[in-house]
């Protein structure tokens, strides 16, 4: 007779953020009827405190961490660094929200609640330490960015990011399954460590290399495309552009940290004993990311799809330390993730001080004379320019530095020459809007612009703030993260 484990409370305190965010997100919906009469904010208050709930839960887990539900989960200090990424872009999505669902005359208490869930399922993918707890997650994730990819639903944009993206992303998934069914099919297990150990062990039920190898490389295609690496990274440029700007902030860095935060987990703890199998895989991937991401983006008028084409180029660094397969990669890697999301998502809160109503202004050249009109955002968005360049004193120098530094540790000296020349390549697009703010007279949009929300002042402070600490003193977070690192105990 099957007897269940007794219940554990630790195992629901370690799961504490996911039931906060989950609890809270229904709330919002089933508030909706009583709230939206009197107050269109008071969604985006409660938005907040809920995630600042999480935050507070997430530190509290890592206090009692350990394995949860049998192992499915684990809350490290791994686990515990992405769930605070997450959860810190969940925030600085909210704050410009604020404004631009009024301006857009939205529904707020949707756009908040599907934001819950979304960092809901990131947080779950980062604690997984089983392929079908990263599988619910990644869905529980995805399925509510589509959604929010297409919020404003009379704006055809929106409803084409939206398309492409659930398309696109249902065939990625498709491949991840494969490579799940496969895995489970020559190991018996879905369990990350023992996926590991049955891959490790010498006897006569040892699985196929081969089918180790063709399940890596479809588990690979799946990720590569959450993180939109070249040669999958054909939907971000036009879902980041189509997608309301809160929206395209929030998918160019939460996402994409978890889904690198499972790429790390997968890779370096089930898959590493085959690692110089899929190590020339991810190089080339790395590689071609750079490349394609950084040239791309040369060419580009419209801001938000040069920041799609940068953030495909940022993923190209990240795979950098991946390639990298050691400890000091990953770290280098959670470290260079934390910077992205507080430059990229100030990025993309910079640009939405002059959309407007209906996102009219998106030409990199309607930032003429910002600097003149509103120097505040203009040199906040200034600190996050230079940051994704990579100009010393920034989270971006660093992140870099760590991540080239890991490379060469690992003997991978061309891919770091080809790496540095990409990040000169790119100091072009970046200096570009530099140039349009500070050394032209006021065009239209900046003159049409309206003075800074503080909601949205708040918004181009606190990543710029966490820009500059993660610039000139890194050493608490980088320590956290070479602590975190230890991926297989």
Same mark, same amino acid.
């Given at each position: 007779?099957?007897?269940?484990?007794?219940?554990?409370?630790? =195992?629901?305190?370690?799961?504490?953020? +996911?039931?906060?965010?989950?609890?809270?997100g229904t709330a919002l919906m089933v508030l909706d009827p009583v709230l939206h009469?009197?107050?269109?904010?008071?969604?985006?208050? #409660?938005?907040?405190?809920?995630? #600042?709930? *999480? #935050?507070?839960?997430?530190?509290?887990?890592?206090?009692?961490?350990g394995p949860a539900f049998g192992g499915m989960l684990v809350v490290d200090g791994f686990a515990t660094f992405f769930r605070v990424v997450v959860i810190g872009v969940g925030i600085l999505t909210v704050l410009p929200s604020y404004r631009f669902l009024s301006q857009q005359h939205a529904e707020t208490s949707e756009f908040h609640a599907l934001l819950l869930f979304s960092v809901a399922g990131q947080c779950l993918m980062a604690a997984s330490n089983d392929l079908i707890?990263?599988?619910?997650?990644?869905? /529980?994730?995805?399925?509510?960015?589509?959604?929010?990819?297409g919020y404003l639903r009379d704006d055809k944009r929106c409803n084409e990011s939206a398309l492409k993206y659930f398309l696109l992303g249902s065939f990625a998934t498709g491949f991840f399954l494969y490579g799940v069914a496969i895995i489970y099919g020559v190991t018996g297990s879905v369990n990350l460590t023992l996926v590991r150990a049955s891959i490790l062990s010498h006897t006569p039920q040892t699985p196929d290399p081969t089918f180790i190898a063709v399940a890596a490389a479809l588990m690979f295609v799946g990720l590569a495309f959450k993180v939109s690496a070249a040669p999958f990274q054909i939907?971000?440029? =036009?879902?980041? @552009?189509?997608?309301?700007?809160?929206?395209?902030?929030?998918?160019?860095?939460?996402?994409?940290?978890? *889904?690198?935060?499972?790429?790390?987990?997968?890779?370096?703890? *089930?898959? +590493?004993? /085959?690692?110089?199998?899929?190590?020339?895989?991810?190089?080339? %991937?790395?590689?071609?990311?750079? %490349?394609?991401?950084?040239?791309? *983006?040369?060419? @580009?008028?419209n801001i938000k799809r040069m920041l799609a084409y940068s953030s495909i180029a940022h993923a190209g660094y990240v795979l950098v330390a991946l390639t990298a397969r050691s400890e000091t990669g990953t770290a280098a890697a959670m470290f260079y993730l934390a910077s992205y999301a507080c430059m990229n998502v100030g990025a993309f809160c910079a640009v939405s001080v002059l959309t407007g109503k209906g996102e009219r202004f998106q030409s990199i050249e309607d930032f003429k004379g910002l600097g003149r009109k509103q120097p505040f955002a203009a040199a906040l968005f200034t600190i996050f320019l230079l940051s994704l360049i990579g100009v010393p004193l920034t989270g971006g120098f660093f992140g870099k530095f760590y991540i080239f530094k890991a490379a060469l540790d690992s003997h991978l000296v061309w891919l770091t020459i080809l790496g540095l020349l990409n990040s000169a390549v790119a100091a072009y697009y970046y200096l570009r809007i530099l140039v349009m703010m500070y050394m032209h007279e006021p065009g239209e949009a900046v003159e049409a612009s309206e003075p800074l929300a503080p909601s949205l002042g708040l918004a181009l402070l606190l990543p710029a703030l966490g820009t500059l600490i993660l610039g000139i003193f890194p050493t608490w977070v980088l320590e956290f993260a070479t602590k975190s690192a230890t991926l297989v105990k």
């Open positions: 007779m099957f007897v269940s484990p007794a219940f554990n409370p630790q =195992d629901a305190l370690r799961f504490l953020p +996911e039931i906060i965010l989950t609890v809270m009469k009197r107050s269109s904010y008071a969604f985006g208050h #409660l938005s907040i405190l809920s995630l #600042l709930a *999480a #935050l507070a839960a997430s530190v509290y887990a890592y206090s009692i961490g707890m990263v599988f619910i997650g990644l869905e /529980i994730s995805s399925i509510a960015s589509y959604i929010l990819a939907w971000a440029p =036009d879902v980041y @552009q189509g997608a309301p700007t809160p929206v395209s902030a929030f998918l160019s860095a939460g996402p994409k940290a978890a *889904a690198f935060a499972i790429f790390l987990r997968i890779f370096v703890v *089930a898959f +590493e004993p /085959i690692g110089s199998r899929w190590e020339p895989l991810v190089w080339a %991937c790395a590689l071609a990311s750079m %490349c394609i991401g950084n040239f791309a *983006a040369l060419l @580009q008028t």
